[in-house]
């Protein structure tokens, strides 16, 4: 994986434009692209297609189309794409559909300008960011989805593809919910290479992203595991 050139690209979507606008003014002043913003879900869709953002920071209670339909169609549409929802809601509902419609992270609106910068950064480098106390919420949520025989993958038979050790440990870490930060000081090696054998591993089981991936890990007990 090459090191990024230039800014983090950000769009950021609220139905607020003193709320939108603050915040929008706190990433550009922090160094950050803001390349549109959007007040409602409709607009936020075909402007997020137009001005291709790496991270959207993302209200869900937006007129015209819910911030979780927002989330679905542009997750759906570009895998590659970070949502980090900004919610006023702490409502374990509201972010298990977030995080099931395909959103990477969620802060409330509670949290300070430097917690959603550092939101912002650690969502663009693929970090699961999750304000205290809904971390083990969605992890556990991703064991009651690993528990129902449907959702198991095609991708455990004989012919699954083989892991290298050294990705299976970092698998297993992430099925921890530990994050690249912490699995990099946890194995001594640089947060650039957990990145890079998350993305070989991802490549490897044909899944798009860390939520899929996690969940593989869980249907495989890899978070049971003992390095």
């Known amino acids: 994986m090459s090191e990024r050139q230039g800014p983090i690209k950000v769009m950021v979507v609220d139905d607020h434009p003193m709320w939108r606008d603050a915040v929008a003014r706190d990433l550009a002043e922090s160094g950050f692209d803001v390349v549109a913003t959007a007040g409602d879900g409709e607009q936020a869709v075909r402007r997020a297609r137009a001005a291709g953002p790496e991270v959207l920071v993302l209200d869900l209670n937006l007129p015209q189309k819910p911030g979780v339909q927002v989330c679905k169609e542009l997750v759906g549409a570009d895998p590659a794409l970070r949502v980090l929802v900004l919610s006023a809601s702490g409502e374990h509902a509201d972010v298990l559909e977030a995080v099931k419609s395909g959103a990477t992270g969620y802060l409330v609106k509670s949290a300070s300008t430097a917690e959603l910068l550092d939101a912002v950064r650690r969502t663009a480098a ?6 205290p106390g809904l971390a083990g919420l969605v992890l556990g949520e991703y064991r009651r989805l690993a528990a129902e025989p449907a959702a198991a993958p095609d991708t455990g038979g004989p012919d ?4 290298t050790d050294r990705e299976t440990e970092v ?7 530990l994050s690249y930060k912490q699995i990099a000081e946890r194995l001594v090696i640089s947060h650039r290479t957990v990145q890079n054998h998350v993305q070989n591993t991802l490549g490897k089981l044909q899944l798009h992203n860390r939520v899929e991936l996690v969940r ?3 249907e495989r007990g890899l978070d049971d595991e003992r390095p």
């Open 171 to 177: 698998l297993r870490l992430v099925a921890k919910g």
């Open 160 to 163: 699954a593809p083989r892991l």
């Open 126 to 131: 693929g970090d699961p960011v999750f304000t």
């Open 216 to 218: 593989y890990a869980i």
